[in-house]
């Protein structure tokens, strides 16, 4: 009889509490993969909190918003998840997700309420030994220097940063492929050191082969926002996989109208004319020293800057909205209402901007949905790399 998974939840009272907790990581993952051999990573742990007297946990309807996938061409596995931006990019192309791993709690809510899954807490905890096989290994990890003085800058010269623990699951489960993602600075961080030592870890001591890393812009690849990552790919040496090619850019001409909300949007997002007022003064003075200053004003018909979170992240793409201008006086919480329509972003507009379906549920604060998009990807162009990737696995038969 088939259960949903809804069901399951108010049994169990499956509610994240806190992060250290991998109780619900333990029972999601085990849910998610039974008919796979991957659930047996997880099922004496997730077994002592179900009972299978009460649900045939075989038959589970998952009704969020974005499911575990049937019948997938292949296993991967999504750490430093945040949101699930990774995720999403390799589901669409058939992939099945078999462990998850990400430290903040709220993104740990978010990331279970869309895809009914909690991932693992600190990956510095996780044993490597205790991840499931996969084909491919999906990463967006921080950037973090490492020292190097004196070695030539390999796997022993990343302990104690955050790569290691990357390197390591690399080394104990020799995935076929692996996708890595960071900001576009790592390619001079530390004056390049640091990707120096990723690179020489990747091919050296892991035995990969690791073509030079691309720096992509997101607006070539299907959203109106400026957004330069760099992705690094790489095969293992069995694959037979050694020329790789990344997706050739295709802009098109989506704008911001394209993404903008259908409705007109709460006055809480419009600046009051105070703050505008100040806001102007600060661009101004710092126009007059030769500073740069993050706040723009993007036209409907423009393409927004990258979005970002932290100091002036949420005025970095301002907007003109002439929907709320026809009112009388209106204040909100920072005093009236600038009458030239001026507003932040939505939370909703970032998620579009990143390539998030409407479908995906935003279910926290508004100032952790900007955190949350902001340090996610662009999902069209992480899927239109990840095609190249799994294309060249299955076109030389290895999943």
């Given at each position: 009889m088939?259960?949903?998974?809804?069901?399951?939840?108010?049994?169990?009272?499956?509610?994240?509490k806190?992060?250290?907790?991998?109780?619900?990581?333990?029972?999601?993952?085990?849910?998610q993969?039974?008919?796979?051999?991957?659930?047996?990573?997880?099922r004496?742990?997730?077994?002592?909190?179900?009972?299978?007297?009460?649900?045939?946990?075989?038959?589970i309807?998952?009704n969020?918003?974005f499911?575990?996938?049937?019948?997938?061409?292949?296993?991967?596995i999504?750490?430093f998840?945040?949101i699930?931006g990774m995720?999403?990019a390799f589901?669409?192309?058939?992939?099945?997700?078999?462990?998850?791993?990400?430290?903040?709690l709220?993104a740990?809510k978010?990331?279970?309420?869309?895809y009914?899954e909690?991932?693992?807490?600190?990956?510095?905890?996780i044993d490597?030994?205790?991840?499931?096989?996969?084909?491919?290994?999906v990463?967006?990890?921080?950037?973090?220097?490492?020292?190097?003085?004196g070695r030539?800058?390999?796997?022993?010269?990343?302990r104690?940063?955050?790569?290691?623990?990357?390197?390591?699951?690399?080394?104990?489960?020799?995935?076929?492929?692996?996708?890595?993602?960071?900001?576009k600075g790592?390619?001079?961080?530390?004056?390049?050191?640091?990707?120096?030592?990723?690179?020489?870890?990747?091919?050296?001591?892991?035995?990969?082969?690791?073509?030079e890393?691309?720096?992509?812009?997101?607006v070539?690849?299907?959203?109106?926002q400026?957004?330069?990552?760099?992705?690094?790919?790489?095969?293992?040496?069995?694959?037979?996989?050694?020329?790789?090619?990344?997706p050739?850019p295709?802009?098109n001409?989506?704008?911001?109208?394209d993404?903008?909300?259908e409705?007109?949007?709460?006055?809480?997002y419009y600046?009051?004319?105070?703050?505008?007022?100040?806001?102007?003064?600060?661009?101004?003075?710092?126009?007059?020293?030769?500073n740069?200053?993050?706040?723009a004003?993007?036209?409907?018909?423009g393409?927004?800057?990258?979005?970002?979170?932290?100091?002036?992240?949420?005025?970095?793409n301002?907007?003109i909205?002439n929907?709320?201008?026809?009112?009388?006086?209106?204040?909100?919480?920072?005093g009236e209402?600038n009458?030239?329509g001026?507003?932040?972003?939505?939370p909703?507009?970032?998620?579009?901007?990143?390539?998030f379906?409407?479908e995906?549920?935003?279910?926290?604060?508004?100032?952790?949905?900007y955190k949350q998009f902001g340090?996610s990807?662009?999902?069209?162009a992480?899927?239109?790399?990840?095609s190249?990737?799994?294309?060249?696995?299955i076109?030389?038969g290895?999943?």
């Open positions: 088939v259960v949903s998974y809804t069901e399951i939840k108010n049994k169990y009272n499956l509610e994240i806190k992060v250290t907790d991998n109780k619900l990581a333990y029972i999601t993952h085990f849910l993969n039974i008919g796979d051999n991957s659930a047996e990573y997880f004496l742990e997730a077994e002592k909190y179900l009972s299978n007297n009460d649900f045939d946990f075989n038959n309807k998952w969020v918003p499911p575990p996938t049937d019948n997938p061409t292949f296993k991967f999504d750490l998840a945040g699930g995720r999403t589901q669409n192309l058939g992939g099945k997700c078999v462990f998850s791993s990400e430290w903040d709220y740990q978010t990331y279970y309420e869309n009914g909690v991932p693992f807490g600190d990956i510095t905890e490597e030994n205790s991840v499931p096989e996969h084909d491919v290994l990463a967006g990890f921080p950037c973090q220097a490492f020292s190097i003085a030539r800058g390999g796997f022993e010269d990343t104690g940063t955050l790569f290691f623990d990357v390197a390591r699951i690399i080394r104990a489960k020799r995935p076929r492929a692996i996708f890595l993602e960071n900001v790592l390619v001079n961080h530390d004056k390049g050191k640091t990707l120096e030592v990723i690179l020489n870890t990747l091919r050296n001591d892991l035995g990969y082969y690791v073509p890393p691309k720096i992509i812009n997101a070539n690849f299907g959203v109106p400026n957004r330069e990552r760099i992705f690094i790919v790489g095969f293992s040496l069995e694959t037979g996989i050694n020329e790789f090619n990344y050739t295709n802009p001409d989506l704008r911001f109208i993404i903008r909300e409705n007109p949007v709460s006055v809480k600046l009051s004319t105070q703050y505008l007022e100040t806001l102007r003064n600060h661009k101004a003075r710092h126009e007059e020293k030769g740069g200053f993050g706040y004003i993007i036209p409907d018909d393409i927004a800057s990258a979005i970002v979170v932290g100091g002036m992240g949420r005025e970095r301002l907007v909205d929907r709320l201008t026809n009112f009388t006086p209106v204040t909100n919480i920072k209402v009458r030239e001026i507003r932040k972003m939505t909703r507009e970032w998620a579009r901007l990143q390539g379906q409407d995906f549920n935003i279910v926290v604060s508004d100032a952790q949905a340090n990807v662009a999902v069209p992480v899927q239109a790399t990840a190249v990737l799994i294309n060249n696995l076109g030389m290895v999943v």
